[in-house]
């Protein structure tokens, strides 16, 4: 048996600390913190734990570009039993240990597209389809962009049989996705005419678009993208929502922005901006009480 990372190891903090026997007060903190915060993913539909392939499929890029094992655990902080469970895609991965893995970088040269013809599961792939086909780009445009047939993207779209595509299709379309999921089809000059009904088509079928999605949801089974925000308290979710919004605050995103990655309304995001900015919290209408126009100013 490997021995686990020891407590010490780690940072005050850190909530692997904690659970490692270190009771001082950063530490329950950090634990706390990370508990309301899995709380909130659960409810949200982003659960802790993934399907092990895009760990594993990350993983398998690094040794093809010449990293091994060792350097591999070294970098993500993952013990060799873990390491070798994930690449025997067995159970789940916890969402902490997929980043770690998923922060290492391939080395330079050997970066970008892989040529590999390995087959992976698909989800990942027909979910980000289908999220720019709610977005306006309908399939041709998508095969167009692609240099590939339109029926091989209505297949991919469907879902082919076993679920799997190739690790080279997989990645194209990856790359794909992250150069149009902020863009909009009719400011590249598509017909509205077809832009609007992939968008019809798509809500038909409760297909999301890319606000919904965040990158590590693609390729989690475990994942719905809808909100259900009735579990956790008021006070608790609304500090979670201004912690993501002060977050992307801090990279200079416009309103807009913000709103579109985390599925708000852009009032909301605005609102919340302005209080972080002067400190000051905006004074909120019960509901129901619409403010009633006053008769001297109709007058």
């Given at each position: 048996m490997t021995t686990a990372i020891p407590a010490e190891a780690l940072e005050h903090g850190d909530p692997r600390r904690y659970r490692r026997g270190c009771t001082c007060k950063k530490c329950k903190a950090g634990a706390n913190a990370q508990n309301i915060r899995n709380r909130y993913l659960r409810q949200t539909g982003r659960g802790i734990h993934r399907a092990p392939d895009r760990a594993a499929n990350h993983v398998l890029l690094l040794r093809a570009a010449g990293l091994n094992d060792k350097a591999i655990r070294k970098q993500s902080g993952v013990c060799p039993d873990v390491l070798y469970r994930i690449m025997r895609r067995e159970g789940t991965v916890h969402v902490a240990t997929e980043k770690r893995i998923l922060a290492v970088p391939i080395p330079r040269g050997k970066a970008g597209p892989t040529e590999s013809r390995a087959y992976i599961p698909g989800l990942g792939t027909q979910r980000r389809l289908r999220a720019l086909v709610a977005a306006g780009w309908y399939s041709a445009e998508l095969a167009r962009r692609l240099g590939k047939?339109?029926?091989?993207?209505?297949?991919?779209?469907?879902?082919?049989?076993?679920?799997?595509?190739?690790?080279?299709?997989?990645?194209?379309?990856?790359?794909?996705?992250?150069?149009?999921?902020?863009?909009?089809?009719?400011?590249?000059?598509?017909?509205?005419?077809?832009?609007?009904?992939?968008?019809?088509?798509?809500?038909?079928?409760?297909?999301?678009?890319?606000?919904?999605?965040?990158?590590?949801?693609?390729?989690?089974?475990?994942?719905?993208?809808?909100?259900?925000?009735?579990?956790?308290?008021?006070?608790?979710?609304?500090?979670?929502?201004?912690?993501?919004?002060?977050?992307?605050?801090?990279?200079?995103?416009?309103?807009?922005?913000?709103?579109?990655?985390?599925?708000?309304?852009?009032?909301?995001?605005?609102?919340?901006?302005?209080?972080?900015?002067?400190?000051?919290?905006?004074?909120?209408?019960?509901?129901?009480?619409?403010?009633?126009?006053?008769?001297?100013?109709?007058?």
């Open positions: 047939d339109r029926e091989n993207i209505n297949q991919l779209i469907k879902g082919r049989a076993g679920g799997r595509v190739a690790m080279f299709q997989a990645d194209q379309i990856r790359d794909l996705y992250a150069e149009l999921c902020n863009e909009k089809p009719e400011e590249h000059g598509l017909p509205s005419y077809y832009t609007e009904r992939a968008r019809k088509m798509a809500a038909d079928r409760g297909w999301a678009p890319p606000p919904y999605w965040d990158e590590d949801d693609f390729d989690n089974p475990d994942f719905t993208p809808a909100l259900s925000d009735d579990e956790l308290g008021m006070h608790q979710l609304g500090a979670l929502r201004r912690a993501e919004i002060a977050h992307l605050i801090s990279f200079n995103l416009s309103h807009a922005e913000i709103a579109a990655r985390l599925g708000m309304a852009e009032g909301y995001v605005r609102d919340i901006a302005r209080e972080i900015n002067t400190g000051q919290r905006r004074i909120r209408t019960p509901e129901g009480s619409a403010a009633k126009p006053s008769m001297e100013a109709a007058a």
